[in-house]
Structures are given as structure tokens and as C-alpha cells.
């Protein structure tokens, strides 16, 4: 049972417009939500994160949006640079007893942006 | 860079065989993280160390192990390894909190 899913394996967009990624999750114990970029050969990176209370967070060019209602989230780049090629993995995590964050990852999503 | 290592990079060995992956989080990180990326799936938590006890199970199986040194770094123990257990295997380092530093990984190559 996926939790946390990505539904488009792959986005492009021109460089300068904006990229939106999108993620759904279905577990309503999920209280904080994190943006990571993965580049080939490399661990993923931390982008930004949301928690549960709030419904927008932005960070220079990435903003993340929550939905709860809608179990709904996602990530704006703009402008979208080529060097934000990579892909972007939804995750989400809840305590549970302590200082567990394990976080429960989407499939991810190619992103590529063209010059 | 994001302050956590994972050695070795590369690791090519056969099937039957046991490997130690190792991990040293961030500074002053109490907690870490072992993650399993294989082709067909996501990454998938393994197990979660917390100042040397743990913390939390995911999907690890029982031919795996873990733990945490007094100094805080990690190995992952994988035993009677299988072709199936072909991944990358992601270390990640977090203070207290949410947001978890990712380390480059070891590839796992099981032939």
C-alpha cells in the first residue's frame, strides 16, 4: 500500500517558467512533509519542508502547499533553471512514540527543464 | 555536501556472501536513518538509531542488522546476501527532528 504517491514519473518545462510537482498521501497521521531533490550517483538533497500547521512555506524560488483536505501537496519552482534537472521526491512523516521520523517516500519525478 | 559519509561507494560481492555498510552522521546528530533504494522501488526505510538504541523498524529483513556506536556512526550489517539485495543503500543523519540529511550511499552490486 503506497502512502505517499507521485503520480507523473516525469515532468518538462522551458527554463524560466514554472515547474509543479505534485504528491498525494492517504495516511491523515502524516503531520510533516519534506521536498528532496536527487541527482544520479548522489544521496538525495533536502529542499524544504511544511508541517501539518500550515498551508504554505517558501524558500527563495520553491514554495511547497499543503492541502489537507485533500491529502494534497506540491512543489513550485519558479523560475525553473536547467540546473533544477533532477528528481524530486515527496516524503512524509508523523511521530510515533519518541523521536521516530521515518520518512514514507514517493516513487519521485524526473524533472527536466530545457534551455 | 550535507556532513553525513557513507563508505564504501561501491561494494561488488557475491551472492551467500555478508557485507558491513558504514555511516558517520553529521556532527552532533543523535539520530540515523538506513534507507534501501533498489530500480523498481522507492526508497524504502530500513531502521532508525537514536544515541545508540533503536528506534524504529521498517521493512528490514531479518538477515539484515544495524547499530550505532558510541560515537555515533552506524554499520549496516547484510548477511547470506541475495541478488534481490542489488541496491543502493542510503544512510541519513537528523538531530531530533523531521528533516534528515541523506549521505551519498553505498551501491550494492551482488553478483
Known amino acids: 500500500d503506497q502512502q505517499v504517491k507521485q503520480n507523473s514519473p516525469s515532468l518538462s518545462v522551458q527554463e524560466g517558467r514554472i515547474s509543479i510537482l505534485n504528491c498525494d498521501y492517504t495516511?491523515?497521521?502524516?503531520?510533516?512533509f519534506l521536498w528532496y531533490k536527487k541527482y544520479p550517483a548522489e544521496g538525495p538533497t533536502f529542499l524544504i519542508s511544511?508541517?501539518?500547521?500550515?498551508d504554505k512555506n517558501e524558500d527563495g524560488r520553491f514554495t511547497v502547499f499543503l492541502n489537507k483536505s485533500a491529502k494534497h501537496l506540491s512543489l513550485h519552482i519558479v523560475p525553473s533553471q536547467p540546473g533544477d534537472s533532477a528528481v524530486y521526491f515527496c516524503?512524509?512523516?508523523?511521530?510515533?512514540?519518541?523521536?521516530?521520523?521515518?520518512?514514507?517516500f514517493g516513487k519521485g519525478t524526473l524533472l527536466t527543464v530545457n534551455p | 555536501d550535507s556532513g553525513v559519509t557513507q563508505t564504501p561507494k561501491h561494494l561488488i560481492t557475491a551472492t551467500g556472501q555478508r557485507v558491513t555498510l558504514r555511516c558517520s552522521p553529521r556532527s552532533g546528530d543523535l539520530s540515523v536513518y538506513w534507507y534501501q533504494q533498489s530500480l523498481d522501488q522507492g526508497l524504502q526505510f530500513l531502521i532508525q538509531?537514536?544515541?545508540?538504541?533503536?528506534?524504529a523498524k521498517g521493512n528490514i529483513l531479518e538477515r539484515f542488522s544495524a547499530q550505532q556506536f558510541p560515537d555515533l556512526h552506524s554499520e549496516l550489517n547484510l548477511s547470506s546476501l541475495e541478488l534481490g539485495d542489488s541496491a543502493l543503500y542510503f544512510c541519513a543523519s537528523s538531530p531530533s527532528g523531521d528533516t534528515q540529511y541523506f549521505g551519498p550511499g553505498t551501491r550494492l552490486t551482488v553478483l
Open positions: 516524503a512524509a512523516s508523523y511521530r510515533s512514540g519518541g523521536s521516530n521520523y521515518k520518512l514514507t
Open positions: 495516511n491523515s497521521m502524516f503531520d510533516y
Open positions: 538509531y537514536y544515541n545508540g538504541e533503536e528506534r
Open positions: 511544511i508541517s501539518s500547521i500550515k
